[in-house]
């Protein structure tokens, strides 16, 4: 899913692993596992910096644990919870 194949682009850690929960959601492989995969694959921790998909950065400030793309952040003054605001995404990591 993350690396470049002939037949499509490369897609980010976070396009994946929403595929991979999605799947689980729908019984097709086992959630206990794939929550587990996610949150190593993820690791997401307070003070991290992401990128959303509306080209805004901000600061993780709350981990999710059922569902660990989707964290509480802050952009500015502003809270956002990902899991509440599905509009609302992570595209990527801020490296220092």
Do not use: C
Not at 14 to 31: G, P, T
Not at 76 to 85: Q, T, V
């Amino acid at each position: 899913m993350t690396t470049e194949r002939v037949y499509h682009r490369p897609r980010s850690i976070f396009d994946a692993s929403k595929e991979l929960m999605a799947q689980a959601y729908n019984n097709q492989l086992d959630i206990r596992i794939v929550i587990r995969f996610v949150h190593y694959l993820v690791d997401l921790s307070p003070g991290q910096k992401v990128l959303l998909n509306t080209g805004e950065i901000a600061e993780v400030i709350l981990p999710n644990k059922a569902e660990p793309t989707r964290p509480l952040v802050q952009v500015g003054e502003e809270f956002f919870n990902l899991e509440l605001n599905r509009d609302v995404w992570i595209d990527g990591l801020i490296v220092n």
